[in-house]
């Protein structure tokens, strides 16, 4: 991971809804120098397109349900072929399910490519409900919220499992300022933190 910068990554962000994969993955691509690919992001998009995709799953996110596997598949298999994630890319809210982490393992096999690391960014559950209230999304409802909290125990948290067993899971504590958690990321991706201060200034 040490010349992480230089040479591209394939790194999986992972952890509860509200845990700030998205605030973190923004900043941690820009460094790498991989497109952030937030599945989240690509399906509002297509519901805000009224897309056959989006028309699929706007009831489904609404609600706080996962999005079938077959579909997801098809959606980062896609994203995954084109040009810009070549050198690598980070991956902001997939794999959420097992057969999920075997359909990107098998994407990846494919393309004779590894995974880096995958890191788990956590946060206790009462200051993820705040924060998202807060943000105020559409599907940040406390209701949706608390099934989606419910849904990430059950078909997402066993993933911690899978790959601390494949060697490739890194923790963070994600319950700290956006600016020491962006920091002990860098840290963790072998790039320092006035370095990375001085990457941020240069945006
Ligand atoms: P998705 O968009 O992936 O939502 P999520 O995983 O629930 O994650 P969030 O976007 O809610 O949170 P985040 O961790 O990115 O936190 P953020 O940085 O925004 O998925 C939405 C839906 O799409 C799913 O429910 C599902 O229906 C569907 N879907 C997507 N992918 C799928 C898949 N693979 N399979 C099936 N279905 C899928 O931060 C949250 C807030 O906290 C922000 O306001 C931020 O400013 C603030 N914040 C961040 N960090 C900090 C900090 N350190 N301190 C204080 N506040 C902070």
Known sequence: MADAASQGARVVLLGPPGAGKGTQG??????????SISTGDMLREAVTE???LGNKVQGIMASGALVDDAT????????????DARR??????????LPQAETLAGILRDAGQDLDAVLLVDVPE???VRRTLLRGREDDQETVIRERLRV???KTAPLIGYYSERGLLREIDGNRPVEEVTARMFDLFGVGAAEAAGATEAD
């Open 72 to 83: 997801m598949a098809d959606v980062v298999r896609d994203r995954l072929a084109k040009p």
């Open 26 to 35: 923004k900043v941690l691509c820009e460094r790498l120098g991989v497109p």
């Open 50 to 52: 009224g897309s056959e």
């Open 152 to 154: 990430y125990r059950e």
């Open 126 to 128: 009462d200051e993820l």
């Open 88 to 97: 690598g890319f980070l991956l902001d809210g997939y794999p959420r399910t």
